[in-house]
Nanobody
Framework: QVHLVESGGGLVQAGGSLRLSCAASGRSSSINVMGWYRQAPGKQRELVAT???????MYADSLKGRFTISRDNAKNTVYLQMNSLKAEDTAVYLCTTNTDWGGVYWGQGTQVTVSS
């Protein structure tokens, strides 16, 4: 079992920045890919970015250049630096990970609200 806890969400003005964190606990030594998704009201959950244990990253095309994902394997933590935020970035941001044994885990999510 892996437990994920996100933090760092909040209210920010358009053009501002936020840094989200997601800390994993439990059987975290078996974590492979970590990533972020987001879900806005009335919309489907969508990929934001992922990062492998070796540091390989992947981003949603629309977010490249504004968002940066990183991880600290020693702390079992993944980060999402979000810059130049727009009103359309408003969503619940969810952390996810998969494990060596095929498990997939999700955090509870953290709300990001961007005021225009």
């Amino acid at each position: 079992q892996v437990h994920l806890v996100e933090s760092g969400g909040g209210l920010v003005q358009a053009g501002g920045s936020l840094r989200l964190s997601c800390a994993a606990s439990g059987r975290s030594s078996s974590i492979n890919v970590m990533g972020w998704y987001r879900q806005a009201p009335g919309k489907q959950r969508e990929l934001v970015a992922t990062i492998s244990s070796g540091g390989r990253t992947m981003y949603a095309d629309s977010l490249k250049g504004r968002f940066t994902i990183s991880r600290d394997n020693a702390k079992n933590t993944v980060y999402l630096q979000m810059n130049s935020l727009k009103a359309e970035d408003t969503a619940v941001y969810l952390c996810t990970t998969n494990t060596d044994w095929g498990g997939v885990y999700w955090g509870q999510g953290t709300q990001v609200t961007v005021s225009s």
